[in-house]
C-alpha cells in the first residue's frame, strides 16, 4: 500500500507562484508515473501534468509555460512548481501515483486559491 501526502497549497494572489509537494511511501516510488490533477468547484478532476519513471513530462495545455512537474527519486516526492498563477487555476491538487502493475493511488488533496 502507498500513502501519499500533499503540502504547499494556500491563497496568492494572481500572478504569484506556489510550489506543491508530494511524498510517498513504500518502495515503489522509482518505477511509477506521477501526475498531478486539480478538481474546481462543479467541474471534473482533470490532469494537470505528468511524469514518467524515466523523467518524460507533459501538460494540460491551460498550464503550459507556467506549471513545471518534477520528482527526487531519492526523496519519493513529486513536486508542482506553479507560476503566474490565474484565478482559474484555483481548485483542490491532488498527487497521482500509478505503478507498474497500474494500481494508482492518490493523496488527500490540498487547496490552492488564486485571488485576482
Known amino acids: 500500500q502507498v500513502q501519499l501526502v500533499e503540502s504547499g497549497g494556500g491563497l496568492v494572489q494572481a500572478g504569484g507562484s506556489l510550489r506543491l509537494s508530494c511524498v510517498a511511501s513504500?518502495?515503489?516510488?522509482?518505477?511509477?508515473?506521477l501526475a498531478w490533477y486539480r478538481q474546481a468547484p462543479g467541474k471534473q478532476r482533470e490532469l494537470v501534468a505528468r511524469?514518467?519513471?524515466?523523467?518524460?513530462?507533459n501538460y494540460a495545455d491551460s498550464v503550459k509555460g507556467r506549471f513545471t512537474i518534477s520528482r527526487d527519486n531519492a526523496k519519493n516526492t513529486v513536486y508542482l512548481q506553479m507560476n503566474s498563477l490565474k484565478p482559474e487555476d484555483t481548485a483542490v491538487y491532488y498527487c497521482?501515483?500509478?505503478?507498474?502493475?497500474?494500481?494508482?493511488?492518490w493523496g488527500q488533496g490540498t487547496q490552492v486559491t488564486v485571488s485576482s
Open positions: 511524469i514518467s519513471s524515466g523523467g518524460t513530462t
Open positions: 497521482n501515483l500509478r505503478a507498474p502493475t497500474a494500481v494508482e493511488f
Open positions: 513504500g518502495s515503489i516510488f522509482s518505477f511509477a508515473a
